[in-house]
């Protein structure tokens, strides 16, 4: 088993080129007929985050968070959330959505997934280019610790592709699977403390939030762009979060593997 995981993945790495070719090919379709196009990408954030600071900074007056603006806090968090929802909730229908590709040609069907994680990593880009400014207007500093949230991409990429490969292959034999992915979205959203600060809660219940892993992802996010701490500072958590995320990992990569052969079938 661990061997045709392992040529599984191998696959994968040897298709880089038709992943980044189609990931590239989606963003286009995304702004088909649009008139100012990719120029969205940068639109959308935005005002997002100009809606955030005029209703919490301007309106409610929010006080910072450990020192940190509560628009900047605010985004660090979310721009770490949307990825991984973005890629999860992409992934759900990818596999039904490309049936005619499947069925009719030799396709490697386990990059899809991939391909929109790609696709969602661009966007997730521009997301942080908007971040890096609001830093710099709202909060003048740098550090090289902002390049530790690499480490933090690599984390959240690990854990979203193996709920991808999951929930994408599932999703061809139970279509009520998409519905189910938006729904367990929706509230991990509140479950995890992106609008909210962790240290309101007991210490007890801070422990039991502390077991969903994109705590660890989004806490990464404001370490490595507002607190520059290093996440070594975290050994527990970091073992904790890599056991549980390479188990979904591999458990994703096994289950799409299983059901394969029966996409073609079922679509």
Not at 29 to 41: A, D, E, M, N
Not at 74 to 95: E, K, P, Y
């Amino acid at each position: 088993m661990i061997k045709r995981f392992f040529y599984f993945l191998l696959l994968i790495v040897q298709q880089k080129s038709l992943i980044f070719s189609l990931a590239k090919r989606e963003v286009r379709t995304q702004y088909v007929g649009s008139l100012v196009g990719f120029v969205w990408t940068f639109i959308n954030p935005m005002v997002m985050i100009f809606v955030f600071w005029v209703v919490f900074d301007i309106g409610f007056r929010v006080q910072p968070v450990k020192g940190a603006p509560f628009v900047v806090w605010l985004t660090a968090g979310m721009a770490a959330w949307f990825a991984f929802a973005d890629i999860v909730n992409g992934s759900a229908r990818v596999i039904a959505s490309n049936a005619p590709l499947i069925k009719k040609t030799l396709f490697h069907s386990e990059i899809l997934p991939v391909v929109k994680l790609v696709s969602c990593l661009i966007t997730h880009s521009i997301f942080l280019v908007v971040l890096g400014v609001l830093i710099i207007f709202l909060r003048p500093s740098f550090s090289f610790y902002f390049f530790q949230f690499f480490y933090y991409l690599l984390c959240m990429c690990v854990l979203a592709l193996g709920v991808s490969w999951a929930v994408s292959s599932l999703n061809v034999f139970v279509r009520d699977i998409g519905q189910i992915v938006a729904v367990v979205l929706q509230m991990g959203f509140w479950a995890t403390p992106i609008f909210w600060d962790l240290g309101i809660m007991p210490p007890k219940l801070q422990s039991v939030f502390k077991l969903n892993p994109m705590f660890y992802i989004v806490q990464g996010y404001r370490e490595s762009f507002l607190y520059f701490v290093p996440f070594w500072q975290h050994p527990y958590q970091t073992v904790y979060y890599w056991v549980v995320a390479l188990s979904i990992f591999a458990l994703g990569g096994l289950v799409f593997k299983k059901l394969k052969p029966d996409f073609a079938d079922v679509l």
